[in-house]
């Protein structure tokens, strides 16, 4: 079980091409603050379909990507 397995989760179900999120909508879906150790955990989303895309520090935001199937 990861940390950020509710994020993945609602990553999932919003089953859209491309989601942005910004750091404080990830906050509030997991109830934690995005930090360095989100880049060794961004390969688990690829199991749900999903890789992270772009992660902007200055807009505070990522990308989702949904992967081909």
């Known amino acids: ?3 950020y397995d509710s994020l993945w989760e609602y990553i999932q179900t919003c089953n859209r091409q ?3 999120l910004t750091f404080d909508e990830i906050e509030s879906t997991t109830g ?3 930090d360095h150790s989100f880049l060794n955990y961004k390969k688990e989303l690829l199991s749900y379909g999903y890789q992270v895309g ?3 520090l200055k807009e505070k935001t990522i990308i989702f990507n949904k992967t081909a199937t």
């Open 54 to 56: 772009k992660i902007s």
């Open 18 to 20: 491309t989601i942005i």
């Open 32 to 34: 934690l603050k995005i």
């Open 1 to 3: 079980m990861s940390k």
